[in-house]
């Protein structure tokens, strides 16, 4: 290219998720969340934490895109950073090396971030579990990477095949990782309401003894089904 790009573009003004609608997820299931969206909404599997005793988050996304092997935006995005974000970073899923390890675990426990989510590799380990900070991504690898850019900081982005805005809701736990659109994110709570009663409910009935659900015990009753014995 004839003229070099900004080593770094960087949106620092968007539209957060309200803190209100923040607490309504916290400490929900990401799979009661992801049926709320019709079963989807949810990062590639391959995004896991890299502590699993450290690992239920809720927040505000602040997005970031990365070359592959490079993390100069992931280190921007920290320092523009609110307490309470979410750094979720799109890394191309390149797995040769990491862009985080326990140095950016740390400054973002010093910035008060809510987690790390990588589309990318992560190294470590012990250092990332010791600074408390939910850390997920796709792997551990020792390998190092650069920080040279170009890198974007607030953008739309895609991460683990999904869609994220800045400003979006990102919640964490065991399961992974799942984006609720912040323009629907009122929406998803009211179905998330009835979805945690319905569940709480049916495993009550589970716990008493039941070992089918009514509509497979009704199906099982009617002409839709042919018994070949």
């Known amino acids: ?75 921007a995005a ?22 985080i390890g326990d140095n950016v675990a740390l400054m973002a426990r010093n910035q008060h971030v809510a987690a790390l989510v990588i589309d990318g590799m992560a190294r470590d380990a012990k250092g990332i579990a010791d600074a408390q900070v939910p850390v997920f991504a796709r792997g551990l690898t020792p390998n190092s990477c650069v920080r040279s850019g170009p890198g974007r900081v607030g953008v739309t982005i895609i991460a683990g095949g999904v869609a994220v805005e800045a400003g979006d809701l990102v919640i964490g736990d065991l399961d992974g990782v799942v984006i609720v659109p912040r323009r629907t994110a009122a929406a998803v ?34 002409d839709r089904v042919d018994y070949l014995d």
């Not at 799979?31 to 391959?46: E, K």
């Not at 239920?56 to 970031?64: H, N, P």
């Not at 998330?192 to 009753?221: F, N, P, S, V």
């Open 189 to 222: 709570a009211a179905r998330l309401t009835e979805i945690i009663r319905a569940e709480t409910k049916l495993q009550a009935e589970i716990i008493a003894g039941a070992t089918e659900l009514e509509a497979i015990a009704q199906l099982l009753k009617s």
């Open 1 to 75: 290219m004839i003229v070099d790009p900004p080593v770094l573009s960087i949106r620092r003004n968007f539209e957060r998720t309200e803190e209100a609608m923040i607490a309504r997820f916290r400490g929900m299931p990401t799979s009661a969340v992801a049926d709320a969206m019709g079963g989807r909404g949810a990062l590639h599997h391959a995004i896991k934490p890299i502590d699993p005793r450290n690992c239920t988050f809720a927040g505000c996304a602040l997005t970031c895109e990365t070359g592959a092997s490079d993390n100069l935006a992931i280190l």
């Open 78 to 99: 920290l320092a523009v950073a609110r307490a309470g974000d979410v750094i979720v970073a799109a890394s191309e899923g390149f797995e040769g090396a990491a862009v």
